[in-house]
């Protein structure tokens, strides 16, 4: 029997694979997925900037006068950049035999799964080191709700909206409280997505607990002396960190070390500066009471060679100019101790917590082929390409599946790492 390679498959097809797509996403259903949508076309390159949110200034007087005063409302801009394209593809016999076997699903479900599982990963590396918060103590294992409740406390007192707020606990933070569960959210649905598995608990102390197995792991740098002092003075002012809320610190006094001494992914703290809520201007507390210090994850680091001085691209600025963009207490500067965090050449896979707006994903609209191309798009704007063609040289034809990416931090004091306590 001859092929029918008709002009409905391509859309069976794609109806079949968007579907199971769908159903397996759990990180990408919890990040901002329409912010940056529409923005790319053949022009805009690789890298995208979309506006980050304005913050109003108030004035207080006796009088109302406000005679001479400037708003100062520079708003800054996130980049947003072009991922590798994910492409999975199959042979039409595989197809065919699917067709007559009423196995479509079956077929196409690991496929969509692969490609859910590369872009989830690619994903979490991205916000691992995006966010710059910091709750529990770095490298203690999660074991009690009240771990899980302090990212909760750490966001109110950020001032950030708790009700779009996501904890994503790995596997294992998942067995370790599943002692104290008990039924905290339940799901009587017979056939669960991989987001209704992943949910554990639901608006668990403000927020919702997912379990993910694609959390990234890093490995910290080989530094065995983790302080250092800061060398020079960083830039603090909005207007030099808004369009990319990244700072270039010096760090010097570390253990002398050729390669590796401080890694993507070391966190850094520097003593005596705290966090403030940028909004209120007030310090953001733990629950006992404690100020809690400012932290930054390192997104990029040269070696600290023979002198043990590093030059470090943090993600999460501290700004501080005395007026409305502060997230500090207090600038940091010159001579300042930084401890990095952790200890020396160690495995760590943190937990996250982010709020939905703090990164966005979009995807690209891609060219179409010569072939017969039809799109999956999903609710929340993802869009998958799916081509029925020949390869004329080796006698097939192919059916391939590609999604191609852009993922952007839009606001790194809204995403962070949680550890215990």
Known sequence: MANNFDSNLTKKIATSFGKSFQSQRVLT?????????????????????????????????????????????????????????????????????????DSMDEILAPRSQRIVTELESDIATRMLLGGGLLVGTHGTAVSAW????????????????????????????KEKLADAQRALYTNDS????????????????GLTFLSSNNLADYTSGAVADRAGTISGTPTVTYVGNKDTMTQSITITALTASSTNGVR???????????????HTKKYVLDSAGNRIPFTAVIQAAGNTGGSGEVTVTISGSCIYEAGKFDNCDSAITNGDVVTVLGSASTVYKPNLFFHK??????TIPMKRLHSTDSYITTKDGFSIRVSKYA??????????????????????????RAFGV
Not at 357 to 362: E, K, M
Request: proline share 4%; with cysteine; net charge negative.
């Open 391 to 416: 390869d004329g040289d080796a006698n097939t034809n192919k059916i391939r599946f590609d999604l191609r990416a852009a993922f952007g931090v839009i606001n790194p004091h809204m995403a962070g």
């Open 190 to 205: 017979m056939v669960k997505t991989a987001w209704e598995n992943a949910q554990v608990s639901k608006d668990f102390g």
């Open 29 to 101: 259903k919890a990040i901002n997925t329409q912010l940056a949508q529409g923005q790319f076309n053949p022009s805009t390159g690789s890298t995208i900037y979309v506006r980050r949110p304005h913050e109003a200034k108030i004035f207080r007087t006796d009088t109302g006068d406000i005679t001479g005063q400037t708003d100062n409302d520079t708003s800054g801009q996130a980049p947003v950049t072009v991922l590798q394209t994910f492409t999975t593809f199959i042979e039409y016999d595989e197809i065919d035999e699917a067709l007559k076997m």
């Open 357 to 362: 707006d703090a990164f966005t994903l979009a």
């Open 264 to 278: 993507a992914g070391d966190m850094i703290s520097v003593a005596g500066r705290y966090r403030i809520n940028p």
């Open 146 to 173: 009240s771990h899980v409740a302090a990212a909760n406390t750490m966001c109110e007192g950020m001032g950030i909206d708790t009700s779009g707020v996501y904890y994503v606990g790995t596997p294992g933070t």
